[in-house]
């Protein structure tokens, strides 16, 4: 079963620019995580916020979380070429207690210098 | 250097062949995790392990085995009896407990069939 949606699908924009990624989630959760790959490589962690958090910062990353909503995005601000990535969130089922995340299917990022 | 390795990093493996990737962690994590990821798509996972000699099917274990008999070692076979293994196989790792944190991953293994 699906948890993870999210929207965009892909997104171009310019360097400097802020990218904004959506994610919406079915069940209560544990926890909520963002992860960035590179082509071809494996998935590097990038932020955790708690059920019980609503807005997480880490640098240039800026996570937000609306349990009402079943939602959370990440903003990535004053954007650079290497941030060109794709961008998976993943859940952690409240539900569950074996540390099992399920990912959303991703949002591809271009980020043009 | 702490981390997550793979291998092969590439594989290639012909119809009716079995073949085995190999994930390997020295952080001292209790749980380990196999995924594959299709082109375009997030990962499904396959199998789990959250303590040695113990591990439970994913959603999408048909066609794989897995073993766990050392902490530092997961282990994933595929089987002939899976029909599309063409994919990008990542195995993972998270220190385990109450809470459980951000998983770790290896740099993947990438099976192609001939």
């Known amino acids: 079963s699906q948890q993870g949606e999210e929207d965009p699908q892909a997104l171009s924009i310019q360097e400097g620019e802020n990218a904004t990624m959506n994610c919406s989630y079915k069940?209560?959760?544990?926890?909520l995580q963002w992860y960035r790959q590179n082509s071809g490589r494996g998935l590097v962690h990038l932020i955790l916020i708690r059920s019980n958090e609503r807005e997480k910062h880490s640098g240039r990353l800026r996570v937000t979380l609306d349990t009402s909503k079943k939602s959370s995005s990440l903003l990535i601000t004053a954007s650079r070429a290497a941030d060109t990535a794709s961008y998976f969130c993943?859940?952690?089922?409240?539900?569950?207690?074996?540390?099992?995340?399920?990912f959303g299917q991703g949002t591809t990022l271009q980020v043009k210098p | 250097d702490g981390g997550i390795t793979q291998s092969p990093k590439y594989l290639f493996r012909k119809e009716g062949q079995n073949v085995t990737l190999s994930c390997e962690q020295n952080l001292n994590h209790d749980a380990m995790y196999w995924y594959r990821q299709d082109p375009g798509q997030g990962l499904r996972l396959i199998y789990y392990s959250q303590i040695v000699n113990d591990f439970q099917k994913g959603d999408i274990a048909e066609g794989y085995s897995v073993s766990r008999e050392k902490k530092e070692s997961f282990p994933l076979t595929v089987t002939s009896a899976q029909k599309n293994p063409t994919a990008f196989y990542l195995c993972?790792?998270?220190?385990?407990?109450?809470?459980?944190?951000?998983?770790?991953f290896g740099p993947g293994t990438r099976l192609t069939v001939l």
């Open positions: 993943a859940t952690d089922a409240r539900s569950s207690n074996t540390g099992k995340l399920i």
């Open positions: 069940t209560s959760i544990n926890n």
């Open positions: 993972a790792s998270t220190s385990s407990g109450r809470a459980y944190n951000e998983q770790f």
